[in-house]
């Protein structure tokens, strides 16, 4: 298949060989087929099962557990309450911002950072004398996920170079992941030493993973065990096995969609690598403005300074400066001084991106769920970040084309919390364990 980036949108025959190869390749990474079966995605367990509105339910109002986001530039640290009427509420939190100067570490001084942070929260939120204090961390590296003898859910790190610059100075990379150092073991240990002795589950999950978890409490709609992101990345998460608990299929690594002259001029540009051109080139919004980018240096010549205008695409702090631009705002209150023939040219590049994300994201709703089964009706699935809400256009798009490759799909998307998510996890681990 070929596409051609002069069209405006994917045809129903591309959307729907995209869907089946994507399907096909999501069904692969859940019954454990090969890799060259699996389109890219990669098949990586959690060894957690999901979490159901009952099991929600059956834990004690007031109930609170210590929640943190860790990974890449900006840590979260708060709590999660459950509340009479069964919703968890997260408080208003730490932020600690971790520079690229300071992101190289043992696992040792890894794990102090977010013992340092955790204890901030006990002392803040006064949570000195909780019994068995649930700890659960939404962890944003690699890692693989163990359940150990005392319940936790353990993350073991095998590369000592992680994504954000990130580096573990102690790790042997020579040795498989159980015979790395267990986390929440030297976790446990440190908060130990600094006094805190009634600790329940310490739960490491992968922040996608989390997502998945992150169910209503009451609901008389199905919600689907699966989860997204559709964010600065973009990723998908679904049910597995009972061995392989939650998969994490990094689902931006797909290689469904075929390279167009755009994604060659990224490439060439060196705004992406060389390799197979993943699905989140297309999808995830670090990479929009590049696309619209490309797409502007593709037709440069209807353009009186086309590199000054992909500058100030590919340099702006605004986040919301595609969206302006396709919903038609006025060039001057974005910064360009062009005329206006140059600005409706602009304008389609940008919608034309926009669209085909928002087919691309219908897309991958509609693999992901047809993969667990689901055939049409009315659910409810996860989600996390804004793309999906705040680009121009976006969830109408992906809504049509899900409806497109699944008639009678009635899939709403739920705006999730991957800190919410794998709070509840330890929060029903530990509630289980005092039965």
């Known amino acids: 298949m070929t596409l051609s980036h002069s069209r405006g949108e994917f045809s129903d025959q591309e959307l729907q060989q995209m869907f089946h190869a994507l399907r096909d390749a999501v069904t692969a990474c859940r019954t454990n087929q090969a890799a060259e079966n699996r389109a890219g995605l990669l098949n990586i367990p959690s060894h957690v ?14 109930s609170v557990a210590i929640t943190c986001a860790c990974g890449g530039t900006n840590w979260i640290f708060t709590i999660a309450r459950k509340e009479a009427n069964g ?55 690699p890692q693989s996920n163990i359940r150990v003898e005392n319940g936790d859910v353990d993350a073991r790190i095998t590369s000592s170079s992680l994504p954000k610059l990130w580096r573990i100075t102690d790790c042997d990379e020579t040795r498989v992941a159980e015979d790395q150092p267990s986390l929440a073991g030297i976790l446990r240990r440190i908060l130990q030493d600094r006094g805190v002795h009634s600790i329940g589950r310490i739960v490491f999950v992968n922040d996608t993973t989390a997502v998945v978890l992150d169910v209503e409490p009451e609901s008389s709609i199905l919600t689907l065990p699966v989860g997204f992101v559709f964010g600065t990345g973009t ?41 197979a051109p993943w699905l989140e080139y297309w999808i995830g919004g670090a990479y929009l403005p590049k696309r619209v980018a490309a797409a502007i240096l593709s037709e440069r010549q ?72 689901y055939e049409g009706g009315s659910v409810h699935v996860p989600y996390e970040g804004s793309l999906y809400t705040k680009g121009f256009g ?31 996890l330890a929060l029903v681990l530990t509630n289980k364990s005092k039965v």
């Open 302 to 373: 209807r353009l009186t300074d086309a590199e000054q205008v992909v500058e100030t695409i590919l340099n702006t702090t605004q986040q919301t400066l595609l969206s302006d631009i396709a919903s038609g705002e006025s060039p001057k209150n974005i910064g360009f001084h062009i005329g206006p023939d140059e600005y409706t040219f602009i304008r389609d590049c940008v919608q034309t991106v926009l669209h085909h994300a928002g087919q691309l994201i219908g897309v991958t709703i509609a693999a992901v769920c047809s993969a667990v089964g």
């Open 87 to 141: 919703t968890f509420e997260l408080e208003q939190g730490f932020i600690r911002p971790i520079p690229e100067s300071e992101r190289t570490h043992t696992f040792n001084s890894l794990m102090q950072i977010i013992a340092d942070e955790i204890m901030n929260v006990i002392y803040t939120f006064h949570l000195e004398s909780v019994d068995q204090l649930p700890i659960a961390i939404s962890f944003g590296f």
């Open 49 to 62: 099962q999901p979490i159901f509105a009952q099991d929600i339910q059956q834990i004690p109002t007031g």
């Open 235 to 275: 990723n998908a998460a679904i049910a597995g096995d009972v061995e392989s608990g939650i998969i994490n299929l990094e689902s931006g690594h797909a290689t469904v969609v075929p390279p167009d002259a755009t994604t060659r001029i990224m490439q060439e540009r060196g705004w992406i690598p060389s390799h």
């Open 394 to 424: 976006i969830a109408d798009v992906a809504r049509h084309t899900t409806q497109t490759l699944i008639p009678g799909a009635e899939i709403t998307l739920t705006h999730a919390s991957g800190m919410r998510g794998v709070a509840k």
